[in-house]
C-alpha cells in the first residue's frame, strides 16, 4: 500500500480530530502530498497540501485557520490537525500523491485532478 489513511470518525461540532497518512518513503520523498475530500452528493475537494519539497502548504478557504497539515519525515507520514470541527466538514477524507514530475518542487497542486495516486479514504462525520 502506497498512502494509507486512518484516523477517521464520529466527532460532534466544535471537536477535533487527527487525520494521519502514511506513504512510502518513495512516495513521501518525490510526490507532493495532499488531503482532498469528498462530501455526500457533491465533488471532490482540495483541503489541505504541501509542495513536493514539504516546505510550502496551503489550504481551502473554508478550513484555513481551524485545519493544519503537518508531516514527520522519519515516519514518512503526514497529518491533518481538524480543530472546531463543523457539520459541513462531513466527508470522506483521501489522502493523495502527485506524481506528475513536470511540475516544481515548490508547486501545490490545489485540485482534485492533480493528484494520481489515491489512498483508501477515511470516513469523518461530524454531529451537530
Known amino acids: 500500500v502506497q498512502l494509507q489513511a486512518s484516523g477517521g470518525g464520529l466527532v460532534q461540532a466544535g471537536d477535533s480530530l487527527r487525520l494521519s497518512c502514511t506513504a512510502s518513503?518513495?512516495?513521501?520523498?518525490?510526490?507532493?502530498l495532499g488531503w482532498i475530500r469528498q462530501a455526500p452528493g457533491k465533488e471532490r475537494e482540495f483541503v489541505a497540501a504541501?509542495?513536493?519539497?514539504?516546505?510550502?502548504?496551503d489550504y481551502a478557504a473554508n478550513v484555513k485557520g481551524r485545519f493544519t497539515i503537518s508531516r514527520d519525515n522519519a515516519k514518512t507520514t503526514v497529518y491533518l490537525q481538524m480543530n472546531d470541527l463543523e457539520p459541513e466538514d462531513t466527508a470522506v477524507y483521501y489522502c493523495?500523491?502527485?506524481?506528475?514530475?513536470?511540475?516544481?518542487?515548490?508547486?501545490?497542486?490545489?485540485?482534485?485532478?492533480?493528484?494520481?495516486?489515491w489512498g483508501q479514504g477515511t470516513l469523518v462525520t461530524v454531529s451537530s
Open positions: 518513503g518513495r512516495i513521501f520523498s518525490n510526490y507532493a
Open positions: 493523495a500523491a502527485d506524481g506528475r514530475g513536470y511540475t516544481s518542487n515548490f508547486y501545490i497542486p490545489r485540485r482534485a485532478d492533480e493528484y494520481t495516486l
Open positions: 504541501f509542495s513536493r519539497s514539504g516546505r510550502s502548504a
